[in-house]
T-cell receptor, first 111, second 113 residues
Framework: AQSVAQPEDQVNVAEGNPLTVKCTYS??????LFWYVQYPNRGLQFLLK??????LVKGSYGFEAEFNKSQTSFHLKKPSALVSDSALYFC?????????FGTGTRLQVFP | NAGVTQTPKFRVLKTGQSMTLLCAQD?????MYWYRQDPGMGLRLIHY???????AKGEVPDGYNVSRLKKQNFLLGLESAAPSQTSVYFC????????????FGPGTRLTVT
């Protein structure tokens, strides 16, 4: 069965430091992968996606993600974290008309 | 352009009561989805629709029904609410499936006592 795993419930990082939020996937065929962000009491917002092509995908708010086929990973990264990046982040993969979401990782950026 | 809107924003029900959640989108999207979000569980798909007049079951469809009579609206019904249906419900839409991102509404917080 297709699945997406986010191994960390929470990631803590100091403002100005680089951040990584991890995601691994298990899909058949070529994966379509997505990252979404959820701020408190809000719906999910699309950040970026990988469909095909360049393994480094750039998205909104300075975020990027690296697709690694050999490690079946799609980690979200940002070179310099902001306090305003604190939120809940979801990785997802596409599977026949719908998205399969991971359980989410809470990112806390401390001043 | 309002995007995806959900009505109501909050609701408290007693066990056994019924209610309907309304989702509306003004982006002419074909696909629409209903999810529930529970702590530690991520988002789980309840039902979805690939076009007007169509519906399909998702991961957790039991206890819910849906209808898509108009392309812009997707209704989620609870016929006899149970405490296990206490959750935050999100509607989403996308132009097509595949590589197209989904746009989410602001959510409905439902408590069943």
């Amino acid at each position: 069965a297709q699945s997406v795993a986010q191994p960390e419930d929470q990631v803590n990082v100091a403002e100005g430091n680089p951040l990584t939020v991890k995601c691994t996937y298990s899909v058949s065929g070529n994966p379509y992968l997505f990252w979404y962000v959820q701020y408190p009491n809000r719906g999910l917002q699309f950040l970026l996606k990988y469909i095909t092509g360049d393994n480094l995908v750039k998205g909104s708010y300075g975020f990027e993600a690296e697709f690694n086929k050999s490690q079946t990973s799609f980690h979200l990264k940002k070179p310099s974290a902001l306090v305003s990046d604190s939120a809940l982040y979801f990785c997802a993969s596409y599977n026949t008309d719908k998205l399969i979401f991971g359980t989410g990782t809470r990112l806390q950026v401390f001043p | 352009n309002a995007g995806v809107t959900q009505t109501p924003k909050f609701r408290v029900l007693k066990t056994g009561q019924s209610m309907t959640l309304l989702c509306a989108q003004d982006m002419n999207h074909e696909y629409m989805y209903w999810y529930r979000q529970d702590p530690g569980m991520g988002l789980r798909l309840i039902h979805y629709s690939v076009g007007e007049g169509t519906t399909a079951k998702g991961e957790v469809p039991d206890g819910y029904n849906v209808s898509r009579l108009k392309k812009q609206n997707f209704l989620l019904g609870l016929e006899s609410a149970a405490p296990s249906q206490t959750s935050v419900y999100f509607c989403a839409s996308s132009f097509l499936a595949g590589g197209n991102e989904q746009y989410f509404g602001p959510g409905t917080r439902l408590t069943v006592t």
